[in-house]
Structure formats: structure tokens, C-alpha cells
């Protein structure tokens, strides 16, 4: 398909790059940049800066210090921006496709959301910076936060139950997301993408001090792009700049100013549910629907969504012993959503699909604030790093949904142009607002080779919800005040060959703005873990290893509602569990040599409901094993350096729909890549890069996940893109 590169787009993209240019730095006689001797952070890893390849040693996700991976007690996995270059991940969601026991995409290649994220057979949460972005519980998740994967320096799954620290979070874990800061000495790239589906992209990332005593830092990150999908009718454009700033008035006090935007416009329908029949089962009579078949109606649907968040980390060292920290951002989404979507199964004679046409004026808006005072001190035999934090979270958010009638399809050749009137807002109109605060205290107390993190957090949390049903003119309002205690206690020991047990018992409590389909509030949903591990660090490599087992038990699960009549509504269940086994193995075995591994096992079935034939039940969309295998090498010497390839395996079982009376067969897809240092073929090419990134090489054709109501979405398939950057 033609690559369009006309108007607003294109023109957006020329002023990313004008927008790039770098401030003047101070030079000498000889042309050469002054800068006076600064301490320059990321000189050695950091739980916020980059990494180099693939094997993390430090996070701060895990106990909200910068703390060696080895001593948390949970479990950790790191994906890096090496590792999401490498990969050529386009989304969070495809970057955390060789991560243990997280399974995404469930919506298949025609999802532009990354909340469908499951960690260990739930729904993840996702944080930036160390604050929870937009949930979109009272909007179906339609206002959750997508931040492009380009700005980011790191991508961390800290898993199980986290609220002790993070106050609402999953009993699964959360993604939480480290942004690009500015750097203390420059950094310049450019990056220009093409590939599949018609795909034009160009970014650029450029840092560095902007006065010779390097006291005022910048960073500033943009990405354009015009694109087609897989799916007819559905185009991928998107707009993304992210300026920082960071002030050191000293050595001991930071202040990071952050913000970004991103604007997508027209791209149609975000999922694009089709019929069993000719996707999950053969169709008899017409065969198989092909990767493009798009069951909307391309003249009437468009998607348009526009996010923004700014704010601010700070940092102030009192000695020491004693530091203070304190984080916020407001982040606010709006979505516009109209589309014609399937209305149920094919119809007796195999092709025709009934279809409605429905619209989602939906928004949030979101203030969060965090504050910590940090202490290490000894007492006796014990060195502490003990931690103080207060939180807070307000967020609120809109949810108005129309829906009416629209012409049914022939979807096995199906000829679009229908008349579709636009519905309106006049089935539905939520309202939302869900307020949080949060006490917590930790200490992390040492004895020698002995690690022990003890935490505490007390919550208040006040919801309130409108929901007027307009076809019936009903109104609904509630209320909901939770309190609860959550906590953590773990143990860990690390030898000197380093190696690291740890047991640790971990519980949340997510109090939620979200209702059933009658407006009724949702009970806080509460979870405990129990979770033994293991890690390894060798000295003599550059590699980590974490395996652990676990128990998890959630009660109030919320589920997808059984009536086909309640559309995107939930219900409450009673108790679901799973145990299991994950492990994931990362290493730079030598220099060029990469490799990631990774493996999990998921007992999972609903425990208790209120509906007895539940019992036992196993949780939609969440396979019992999962596994993949990613290497690459650069050659470093010899007639071949600078060359690189790489590829990688994944598999996902089967799994079932809501019912538990549809099963989606496994999957398994391969990945490919290569690459050239440009440098070592003339050395007037220094630093660029030329890459190529195959994703489901041998295109399998598979289903992603099938819902409650009829229909299923496709998974991905093959794209390939060619990226070449260029660093100075």
C-alpha cells in the first residue's frame, strides 16, 4: 500500500525535527566544548537510568529505593531500551512479550490499548515513574494510558500484590514504566522507520547540559508516524514529544521536570471483533476470514485520542543518612470513539453478520503526588534503610455511550459504504471520581548476609459514581469509603557466589470506581501472596536468573458479565486462585551475545461465587504454560564485525473464553533480526545503524482471545521493519 506522506502528519513530523535543535554550549579557541567537572550521574547503574544490554542489577519499583534486584523479596523482571530496540517493540505491550508469566496483546493486532496486560493471570497496572496512570475503571479501560515505548529508559514487572507501596495495584503485580531523563553528558539520535502496512516513522532523542557547569540538564524526545495495520481501514498515526528538564542547584538537590503528549488521529475502530465461525472454527462454506477482514464500517467509525501528562521528581539530600523525595503529575486523556461493531454470531447462512453502530465520549483526569522521606541509620548488629511515604491520588473520569441500529455484512466479502446515523450519547452517561490516600512506612534491615523488608501502609479511599441510563432514565448513585491495612514481609539471604533465596508474604487492596451494569459499586477487591524464590547474580558473568513459586488468592474478582445483553459490563465473583511457577534467565554470555529465556506454569480456577456452576472454573484468556527464547550475536572482529542477527521463539497455551465454554488453541510464533554497524563498513558512518526486524516470521494465523459474548479478535501477524539510526 502507498506510504502517504502529505499533510498534517508530514508537516508534523518536519516540526518535531526543527523543534530538536540543540542550545549552543560554550566552546574554547580549538572549537572543542568547555564543560566544568560535574558529577555525572548513571556512572554505574542506577534504578532509573539505562543499562547496557539486557541483564539489570538495580530498581527502585521494588522498594521504592534504589536497591540491588538481589536483596527485594518479589520478583523483578527488567526489559530494557536495548532489549526493546533490539526487538523492535512498537508498543508496551509487544516489549513484554518475552517476559515470564505476562501475557499481552489479548486483544490481537487491532488493540491500540497496553491494558490488557495480564501478570500471573491478572489484569496488571500500569505505572510511570512510580505513580499509577489512569485506570479507566469507570470508562471499560477505554481512558488507560498508552505511553510510547521510544521514551522510555526501562520497563519493569514487579509481581504479586504491591499496594503496600503503591496503594491500588493487582494482585498480579504492575508494569511500571521509567522515562527517559536528561543526561550529564550529550546524547544525539535520530531514528527513520519503514516496513510493513505502509509504515513511515521518524524520532529523535537529544540530551546533554545546557551550561558549561552542567547545573541545567535537557532532554527532548519525539516521535511521528503515519501508518496502515494489518486490519483494512485501521491506520496507526500517531504525534509524541517529551521534554524534560533537570536543575541541580548542588550536589545534593535535584529538581527533574517532566511532561509529555501524544496525539492520535482517525484511527478508526481500536478492536475489531469477527466471528468464530471462519476465525476459531472452520467455515464450511466460505473458508477462513483473511488477516485484513475488518468488520466496521470504514466511512462512519473513527478513533481519536489525545493524552498529556507534565510534573515534576525532586530530590534533596539533608546528609548522608537523610534524604527526601517527592513526585507528582497530573495526566489527562480524552477519547472519541465511534464504530459499528459485530452484533453476535453469523446468521444461518454462514456470511451475514448482524452489526450496531455505538459511540464512547470518554475522559479522566488524574493528580497523584508522592512523598518519601528516606533514613539509613544503625542500631547495634543492624545497618536500616528505613522509609516514610505519604501518597495521594485523585482521579476522575467521564463515560457517556450511545448506541442504534446499523446495517448488517456479508463478511466474507463484504462491500462497505452503508448509511450509518450517528447515535448520540442515549444509552448511558457515568460519572466518576475515586480519591486515595495513602500512609506507609518500610524498613529494610540488614544482619550481615541477612535481608530483611518489613512494610506497612494504612489506606483511605472514598469513591463516588453516577450512572444515568438514559433509555430507562434511571438514576444511580453511590458511595464508597474503604479503609484497610495491606502489607509485606520478606527475608532474603545473598551469598557471596550470588546467589539469593528469599521467602515473602505480600497482600493488596484495590479499591475500585467501577460498577456492575445496574451502577452498583464494586467492593474493594483484597489479595494475599505467598512467594519463595530464588535469584542469581554471578561475578563471573554478566547474567541474572530469578525463579519463584507462589499462591495467590483474590477475593471480589471482578469478571466479565455473562448477559450478552450487558456489553462491556463486569460482575463480581468470589474468591479465584492461582499458583504456579515463573522463571526467566537473562545474560550477556560474551561480548555481542545476548539472551533471554523465560518460562510459566499457572494453576488458576475460581475458587468461590456466588454462582455454583463458577466453581472451578479456570480464568478467561490466561494460559496454563507460556515460554519463549530470544538470543542475538554481533560478530566483533573479523570480516563480519559489526554484523548482528537474532531471533526468538514464544509460546502460549491454550486458554478459554469467560464461560469457560470456548477454548483458543496454543500459539506458537517466531521472531527474527538483523542488523550492521554502518561504522564498520567506512568509518564516515560512524554510529549509524542499520536493523531489520521480522515479528511472526512465518505469519501464523492465530487467535488472540475470543469474549463472553460471540466473537473473537486475530492475533498479529507477520510485520517487518527497517530501522536505521544514527547516534553522535
Known sequence: MPVRLAGTYGASIAALFILSMEPAQ??????QIRLDTIEVQGQGETGTGPVNGYVATRSTTGSKTDTPILEVPQTINVVTADQIRAQGAQSVSEALRYTAGVRTELYGGASQFDSYTQIRGFKGDLFLDGMRLPDGAATADWTTSVIEPYGLERIEVLKGPSSVLYGQSGPGGLVNMVSKRPLATPFREIQL????????????????PIDPQGQFLYRLTGLGRISETQTDFIDDNRLFIAPAFTWRPSADTTLTVMAQYMRERDGKTSFNYLPSSGTLYPNRVNGRLPWNRYAGEPGFDRFDRDQGSVGYAFEH???????FSQNLRYTQNDIYLRAVNRNGELLADNRTLNRAAFRIDAAARALTLDNRLEAKFGTGLLSHTALLGLDYRNETSEYDVGRGPAASIQIFNPVYGAAIADPGINFQRKDAELRQLG?????????????????????????KTRTHTLTTNALVRSKANDRAFSGRAGLSYVFDNGIAPYVSVSTSFQPTAETDFYGNAFKPLTATQYEAGIKYQPSWINASLTAAVFDIRQQNAPSADPNPAHSFARVQLGEVSVRGFDIEARAQLTEGLGLIASYALLDHEVTKSTVAADIGKRLPATPMHQGSLWADYTFQGGALAGLGFGGGIRYVGSTYDTNNTVRIPSYTLVDASLSYDLGKLAPALDGAKLAVVAKNLFDRYYVSQCGNVPGCTLGSRRSVLATLTYRW
Open 193 to 208: 522507520q519503514t516496513g510493513s502496512h505502509g509504515r513511515a516513522q521518524a524520532a529523535f532523542d537529544f540530551s546533554g
Open 26 to 31: 560554550a566552546q574554547d579557541a580549538s572549537g
Open 317 to 323: 539530600r539533608f546528609n548522608d543518612s537523610l534524604s
Open 439 to 463: 500512609f506507609y512506612v518500610q524498613d529494610q534491615i540488614k544482619y550481615e548476609r541477612w535481608i530483611a523488608t518489613l512494610s506497612g501502609r494504612y489506606d483511605i479511599a472514598d469513591t
